[in-house]
């Protein structure tokens, strides 16, 4: 994970999601400007997680992710790591309550 992050081009947008039965933000916006500080944040999160979130629930962190268009001009690129199977694979986005 650290290296993704590492390689991310200056100037770009991201966050950290994590997820399990619940998910977590690393920062509250959409989205933060890869910037010296912003990384420093997600390296000492990066040094410190652990797989405590239970489950795998992948769709309401996408669900999270879809709520937010990125902003004009910009594309949207999602890099999934997990350490587990995703438990909600055939669950229908339409009958989930919001």
């Not at 390296?43 to 489950?55: F, H, P, S, T, W």
Request: charged share 20%; glycine share 6%.
């Amino acid at each position: 994970m650290l290296l993704f992050l590492k390689s991310l081009p200056v100037g770009c947008h991201f966050n950290i999601i994590r997820f399990g039965s619940q998910y977590k933000t690393l920062f509250n916006e959409n989205t933060v400007l890869y910037n010296k500080t912003n990384a420093q944040q997600a390296e000492q999160l990066i040094e410190r997680l652990k797989a405590d979130l239970g489950g795998t629930d992948l769709l309401k962190p996408l669900r999270w992710i879809e709520r937010y268009s990125p902003s004009q001009g910009r594309s949207r690129q999602v890099f999934l790591l997990t350490d587990g199977e995703i438990s909600n694979v055939t669950e229908d986005n339409h009958q989930v309550d919001h």
